[in-house]
């Protein structure tokens, strides 16, 4: 039983559309990890029941009435600092994209996503990863790449061959368990590298590596 609560994900659904709501628990009933603490139809409600109840992840639309996610998610940053936001949303729109990442969001997927892919999105998020959909990861790079203009850095030296590489996947936005998977290593080796990279550049979160992965040139804007 000690195991069965210390790897059970709470989850908190913030949508307007019961129906959506509705689906949503559908797709997620015969997980025995997942347990659905609270529903909200607005950002306001999200707020009262984020504080409430605690929840692993928020799973959290943008467009709602009397508050949308982008407040939502502005506030739930102090009233709510241990819960993970992953925003699920039918809007591929960089400006959405962007605020939502500003605001700490750890993933941002579309509801067009498959019902494992947002169970892996769900499972990810809580185990501290950043996913976001492919689309939502290239309004990223580019703004990065604009931004960064035409100055480019030299990585530093003391980055190993396997840190360099490391650092290029999580630029182009794969998971812990996605870059451990394709270089034949266990996820805790991966997040050792992604610890030394960060000690070594002095920087602190997925974000700013993947600026200073565009900055430097390791990797391209798509």
Known sequence: MKTQRKNMIKLLLVDDH????????????????????????????????????????ILMDISMPRMSGIEAAKRLRKSAPESKVLVLTMHDNKEYVLRMTQLGAKGYVFKDASPSELLRAIEAVNAGEVVFAPQASRHILKEYAETAGRSRRSLPSDLSDRERLVLKLIAEGYGTKQIADRLCLNRKTIETYRHRIMVKLDIHSIADLTKYALTTGLVEAK
């Open 18 to 57: 019961p129906v959506v709501r509705e689906g949503i628990k559908a797709s997620l009933k015969t997980k025995k990890h997942i347990r659905i603490v609270g529903e909200a139809s607005d950002g306001e409600e999200a707020i009262t029941l984020a504080r409430k109840l605690g929840p692993d992840v």
